[in-house]
């Protein structure tokens, strides 16, 4: 399993931004490089679902209703992923995970999670 640490998060007044940072503090860097990450989010009552993602060469991925809003960088110096949110809806709130794939690992690793809350 990785380890990873998540921060940021909070309550929003719709149309504010906020940033999500998670962090894998015990990762080698070669292990680092074979990595992807990114967030996923839960909102009660519905399932678990991507949010935006980043590989290993800086790949990019994002749900549709993110795109435009939402960006995912990475500092690869400092083992660090950066979901930056602008422009938060209250159907952006939810439960914030982090996660950790690789092709190293069996199972994918997650982070504690993070609340993220947009009042109208």
């Known amino acids: 399993q990785i380890h990873l640490v998540e921060s940021g998060g909070g309550l929003v007044q719709a149309g504010g931004s906020l940033r999500l940072t998670c962090r894998a503090p015990r990762v080698i860097l070669s292990t680092w490089w074979t990595m992807t990450m990114g967030w996923y989010r839960q909102a009660p009552g519905k399932q678990r679902e991507l949010v935006a993602n980043?590989?290993?060469?800086?790949?990019?991925n994002y749900k549709d209703s993110t795109k435009g809003r939402f960006t995912i960088s990475k500092d690869n110096g400092k083992k660090m992923v950066y979901l930056d949110m602008s422009d938060l809806k209250p159907e952006d709130t939810a439960t914030y995970y982090c996660?950790?794939?690789?092709?190293?690992?069996?199972?994918?690793?997650w982070g504690q999670g993070t609340q993220v809350t947009v009042s109208s």
């Open positions: 996660y950790a794939s690789s092709s190293l690992y069996v199972s994918t690793s």
């Open positions: 980043i590989t290993n060469t800086g790949g990019t």
